[in-house]
Structures are given as structure tokens and as C-alpha cells.
């Protein structure tokens, strides 16, 4: 049987550690550690940027984390760049940051 793996966003870690705080429920982030050092949960770095603009508690966290944050391959960017031909309005030129498209595969 194959493993599934996980691909994360900005707002899912946000959120998660808005409803599950690193420093109260450890254990929810050791248990996505193991998931990231299996190889099974990842992000693109784009993510990481995102969050780390801020200088929080999930900052700090996902600094930790370099397993988890992934750069993107040929084929991923080579693909990126057909979806936004069709689909230019998906980058966010308000945003310093946006990692919205690289979760697109």
C-alpha cells in the first residue's frame, strides 16, 4: 500500500496553530514533525516565506522545520507558468508573498 502524502498551505499552519497553539498542544506538532521527517507532509518554501513574515510563535516553529519546506522543481514551475498564462490573476500583487499557485500540481 502507498503512503498519501500531505501538501500544506499558509493559512491551514496559521490556523492550526491558532486553534492549537506549538506551546500548548506539543504534541499536534510533534505528531506533524514525524509526518515531515517521514517525508509525508510538505510545503513549498513559498509557504515559509509567507509565515515567517510575521515574527510569531509558527515563525519561529516552521524556521525548525527545513524538511518541510520544499523548492519547486522544473516541472512544477514549467507547469506554473501554463496555469498562469491562462489564469494571471491568481498572483496576488498585493502580497509580497504568495504561495497560493505552487500548491497547484
Not at 11 to 25: K, Q, T, Y
Not at 71 to 93: A, N, Y
Amino acid at each position: 500500500m502507498t503512503a498519501n502524502n500531505y501538501i500544506m498551505d499558509s493559512s491551514s499552519l496559521i490556523e492550526l496553530n491558532r486553534h492549537n497553539p506549538i506551546d500548548i498542544f506539543p504534541s499536534v506538532w510533534k505528531n506533524m514533525e514525524s509526518l515531515i521527517s517521514e517525508g509525508l507532509l510538505v510545503a513549498p518554501v513559498e509557504v515559509l516565506h509567507e509565515i515567517t513574515e510575521k515574527d510569531d510563535q509558527l515563525s519561529k516553529w516552521a524556521k525548525t522545520q527545513p524538511a518541510f519546506f520544499r523548492d519547486p522543481t522544473k516541472k512544477q514551475i514549467e507547469h506554473l507558468k501554463g496555469i498562469l498564462k491562462s489564469f494571471p490573476s491568481m498572483v496576488r500583487e498585493d502580497r509580497e508573498y504568495d504561495a497560493d499557485p505552487w500548491l497547484l500540481h
